[in-house]
């Protein structure tokens, strides 16, 4: 009940095209949900998060779709760049008592140039 | 405002020894966590410090221990070290009642031999 299903494992996208990432979550107690952008060697940089009482949120070119009834969300990148190549994370955590992330597998993504 | 600092970058160890890895928390923050990301995997929640306690801990055993000091600054410790301690190890800082944001470091790159 704690995971956090994502997908897909891998996505090659041209540039100016859109990324799209699904996550998933079994644990309807979750209430807050960021995804991290991690380039290789470094830590996981927080790109954008949401909260279940919204059912999207926009951030610059990065929007979050949140579907609460099917207990997924999703990660839309437009007009995507080279430069955001990188992997991408998804995690859902609580938001009192212990708030630990349980993070998706993650997804890496490469923009052609 | 200094972000999340860790250190060392990166350590090796053989199979046995004990390591300590250190944890500066940003500015204003006072709760840490740890996690552990293996090669091509999301980070997995190791425990959680909240003012000097730990406030929660995941599937990890008694091996890993932890600290933080009254500047929120943590340790994270680990006896017996086995092959598959081999990972990047990443802390991330939070203000508990600012609700679920957490900020990471670089991490440190643990390799045991």
């Known amino acids: 009940q704690q995971q956090v299903k994502q997908s897909p494992q891998s996505l090659i996208v041209q540039k100016g095209g859109i990324s799209i990432i699904n996550c998933a979550y079994e644990?309807?107690?979750?209430?807050?949900f960021p995804w991290y952008q991690q380039f290789p060697g470094k830590g996981p940089a927080l790109l954008i998060a949401?909260?279940?009482?919204?059912s999207e949120k926009k951030e610059g070119r990065f929007t979050i779709s949140f579907n609460k009834s099917a207990k997924q969300f999703s990660l839309h990148i437009m007009d995507s760049q080279p430069g955001d190549s990188a992997t991408y994370f998804c995690?859902?955590?609580?938001?009192?008592?212990?708030?630990?992330?349980?993070f998706g597998t993650g997804t890496r993504l490469k923009v052609l140039a | 405002e200094t972000g999340v600092t860790q250190s060392p970058t990166h350590l090796i160890k053989t199979r046995g020894q004990q390591v300590t890895l250190r944890c500066s928390s940003q500015?204003?923050?006072?709760?840490v966590s740890w996690y552990q990301q293996a090669l091509g995997q999301g980070p997995q929640f190791i425990f959680q410090?909240?003012?000097?306690?730990?406030?929660g801990r995941g599937n990890f055993p008694p091996r890993f221990s932890g600290l933080q000091f009254p500047n929120y600054s943590s340790e994270l410790n680990v006896n017996a070290l086995e092959l598959d301690d081999s990972a990047l190890y990443l802390c991330?800082?939070?203000?508990?009642?600012?609700?679920?944001?957490?900020?990471f470091g670089p991490g440190t790159r643990l390799t045991v031999l």
């Open positions: 644990n309807t107690a979750f209430d807050y």
């Open positions: 410090y909240y003012r000097e306690e730990e406030n």
């Open positions: 500015s204003g923050h006072n709760t």
């Open positions: 991330a800082s939070s203000l508990r009642e600012a609700g679920g944001e957490q900020f």
């Open positions: 995690a859902a955590s609580h938001t009192s008592g212990t708030y630990k992330y349980i």
């Open positions: 949401i909260r279940p009482d919204v």
